[in-house]
């Protein structure tokens, strides 16, 4: 097992690399079988979460392999219609091979998938947008078997949920039949998933919250680089702003982070977007800010435990609103050790900003709360040990080698 152990008070001051988007690639993993031909998916991070997509792949008869950065994708051969129950539960994103093999063999066996523990996170949207485009469904104790190829017609989504929109654009791109998704996601990610296949001959056409497929017979393979990180690109900007710190993003997508961008305008902290760069320097008294978090364009949830992290050390009173989990809060209880002034009720964190905090003992029990607290750490001139690890490496490539590039005083600890 491995910790991290992080003694704050560092400012972080650099460059930082930001990756291609982790919730873009996964879903192109899926996506690469739609197609016989090879894929190859650049600048691919080679984070837990997309090793283990790869078993997935491979327990279907798909060949995968790295090539320096790019993950290239074999699909020829799609030897089997079941993912196995024990990688079911590795991931959420295993989710996305109900639509890719309902669009390649027209037939998915999977379970419910696991994934970051957020509360309860079923799948009922998935199921029910399905059968309303004519797929099969059966359930036997945890088993979930589709049959069947989509015919066209209209789903309305009771919430936009980007994997049920995902998981219907991956059933319908090889089909006869012209499907529309009404009150759809339009994530960057599901934008980027569009983009992707579109490059391999898929013809979807999005419009508003609106998005329409129209089933062709066959795709082809492609080169396709994602796009950068925004909740990676994210977390730098807090970590930088809660050392008041000085630190340079390169690969940012400047226009996919003004959720977060946009709470620091007329603000003492300077951000500066350029192209692709994103520099935040003369970060002085950091005014507070409220945070509900919604579907983009509202501000992401999967910032939600950072920005609580900056705000615990932000004078003033300040709430963040997460509508989208309601109990993704497990973080709290190790800002509170560490000396923070948070009370919950509900989804709601109500934040009063100190500018004293001490050292604590923190255990990370998902990926965004593990880097949540990996960011608050840098703030006080204590030591602090992070455990649950491998939460924050299912979606952070080299996060303590990048802290530590920049300054910071972060060690990865085997125990
Ligand atoms: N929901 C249902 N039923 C469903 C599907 C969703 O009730 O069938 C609920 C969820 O429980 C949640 C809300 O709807 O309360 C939103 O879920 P959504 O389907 O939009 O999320 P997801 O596809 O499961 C993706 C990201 C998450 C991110 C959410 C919201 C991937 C692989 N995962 O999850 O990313 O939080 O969208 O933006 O794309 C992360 O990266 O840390 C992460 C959790």
Redesign the pocket.
Known sequence: MEKFVVIGGNKLRGDVNIESA??AV??MMAGAILTSDEVVIKNCPKISDVLNMTLILNSVGVKTFFSENDLVINAKNVTGNAVPYFLMKEL??SIFMLGALLGRVKSAFVFSPG??N?G???????VSALKELGIEFTEKDEKLLFNGTVKGGKVILP??????T?NIILASVISNAVVCIENS?I?P?VIDLINFLSSMGAKIKVNDRTICIKGVNKLHGTKYKPISDR?EAGTFIISTLITRGNTTLHNVNCKNILPLTNKFQNNTCKIYPKDDIIQISDVGTIRKFNVITG?HPAF???LQSQVIALLAVTEGNSFVYDT??SERFSHLIGYQSMGAKIRQKGSIAFIEGVNKLNGSLLYAN???GGAGLTCLALYPFDKSEIYGVQHIDR?YLDFDKKLKSLGANVSRVSY
């Open positions: 982790k919730n996964l879903p959420r994103s994934g970051c957020l309860n996170r079923p799948i009922n949207y998935h919430y936009p949920s980007v994997g049920t995902e996601s994530e990610e909740i579907p992401p949830t999967d989208v989990y998902d990926l965004r979606g």
